[in-house]
C-alpha cells in the first residue's frame, strides 16, 4: 500500500477492509491510508452505505412471516410435483439424478428417454455439475477402468469411456445420475483452459441409432442421439461447430 | 438437529437471498420452495461439516441461473451502460431518504454475474472464500466484480438523485 492513487491492488484492500476480511494488523494499514487519503476514505464510506442501503431494502424480509406454501414444503415427507414452467424442466433432472426415488416422485409416471430428452438432461446435468469446482465428478478420471465398469453396470450397457485428449479434453471423471429405473452416467471432460463438456450416456432400453441433434440453451449445447443400445448427449458452452466436430470424436471413440 | 428443523432455521435468510437476487416477492418465493424441495430430496449428499446455508445458496442460485437460461425471464432490463445521463433521477430534496425500492431498482439493472456477487457479500455477509465456493470461481475474480459491481451501483444510486454518493474528482 505505498501506492497512494488508484490501482487496483489499493482498491481490493479498501474492499477487503470493508467486507471483514482483513487482518487487525491490515485494517490498521488500510486505516492510516484512510488518514491520508481522503479519497481512499470516501469510496470506504461509500461502500459501506451500500451494505447498509441493501439491509434497509431486503431485511424486512427477515421479519415477514413464512408463506404457507413454504411451511407446508418443510412439512411434506417429500417434494410434490408443481406446475410451473421451470419446475417441469427441474423433474426432468431430479428424475434423472433420483431415478429410483422419481419413479414414485411422479407418481409412477417413467418418461421414456429419446434423444431430445437426453440432450435437455445434458444440458441440465451439465449446468449443474459443470459449476462445482471441488466436486464436479464421484469418481476421480484416474480410476478410469473402475468408473467404466462400475457405470456401464449402472447404465445396463457396456461402453467405454471415450479418450478425448486428442480433442484437448482431460477426464476429469464421472458420476452416477440417477437410480434404478433411469440410470444415466455423466463423464466430465476440462480442457486446459479449465473449460468442461459432458457426456451423458443411458440406455433407453430400445435399438436402433438416430441422427445427431442439437439443442441450445442460453450459452450452453448439447449434441445428442442414439448408437444401439447406447443414447448419448455431449453438453457443454461452445458454438454449434464445435459442437459437432467434438460429437464426432465422442461418437467414433465409443464405437472404437 | 432434525434436517427439516436447520432448513426451517434457515429459511428467513433463504427469502431475503432469494429476494434480493430476484427482487421478485413471488419468483423468490417460488425458487426457495423449490430449493427446499431439492434439499430435503438431496438431503443424503449435504456434507454437515460445511455451512448449510452455503449449500442452500449454492442450490437457490443455481436452480436460479438454470430459470434464467430456459426461459429469459429476469434478463436485465437495462444495464447500467444502456443508461441516459439523469435517467431516473429524482429530485435532490430527496436524497439521502434513499427508498428501498431505489435500492431494489438498481440491483436489477447489474448484471447477474455482479448482481450475486454484491448481494452475497454485501447482504449476506458471506466471506470471500464461500462466495468463491458458491458461484463456482475464484476470489480473484469475486473481487473484480465486486468492485465493478459496487462501481456500478454507485454511479446508479447517483442517478437516483443520492449525491451522497459522489466521488470527489
Known sequence: MTNEHNDHMEDWALHAYVD?????????????????????ARKVADWKRQREFLKTAFDGVLD?????????????RTAHPRISPWLAMAAAVLLLLFGGLGGWFLKGETAPVTVADL?????????????????????????????QAWLSKRVGTAFKVPDLTEQ??????????SGDEGPAALLMYEDQKGQRVSVVLASPGTDMDTALKLQESGKLIACAWQDGKLAVAVAGEMARDPMMVLSKAVYEKLEG | MD?????????????????ALTGDPALADDLVQDCLERAMLKSHLYDASRPLRAWLFTMLRNLHISGIRRSGRATVVKTV????????????EQENR????????????????????????????????????????????????????????????????????????
Open chain 2, 98 to 169: 434513499l427508498a428501498a425500492g431505489s435500492v431494489s431498482d438498481a440491483l436489477n439493472r447489474l448484471s447477474p454475474q455482479h448482481r450475486e456477487v454484491i448481494v452475497l457479500v454485501g447482504l449476506e455477509e458471506m466471506s470471500y472464500r464461500d462466495v468463491s465456493e458458491i458461484l463456482g470461481v475464484p476470489v480473484g475474480t469475486i473481487m473484480s466484480r465486486l468492485s465493478r459491481a459496487r462501481e456500478q451501483m454507485r454511479q446508479l444510486l447517483e442517478d437516483r438523485g443520492y449525491t451522497g454518493l459522489r466521488r470527489v474528482k
Open chain 2, 81 to 92: 451502460d444502456d443508461l441516459a445521463d439523469g435517467e431516473g433521477a429524482v429530485p435532490p
Open chain 1, 168 to 177: 484437448g479434453y482431460t477426464l476429469l471423471g464421472g458420476r452416477l445420475l
Open chain 2, 3 to 19: 434436517f427439516r428443523r436447520q432448513l426451517s432455521a434457515e429459511l428467513p435468510v433463504l427469502r431475503r437471498f432469494a429476494r
Open chain 1, 119 to 147: 440432450g435437455q438432461q445434458a444440458l441440465e446435468a451439465h449446468s449443474v455439475y459443470a459449476v462445482e469446482v471441488r466436486h464436479p465428478v464421484e469418481v476421480p478420471g484416474a480410476d478410469k477402468d473402475h468408473l
Open chain 1, 20 to 40: 471483514g476480511e482483513l487482518s487487525a494488523e491490515q485494517r490498521a494499514e488500510v486505516e492510516a491510508l484512510m488518514a491520508r487519503d481522503p479519497e481512499a
Open chain 1, 64 to 76: 415477514e412471516p413464512v408463506p404457507q406454501q413454504l411451511a407446508a414444503a418443510l412439512r411434506e
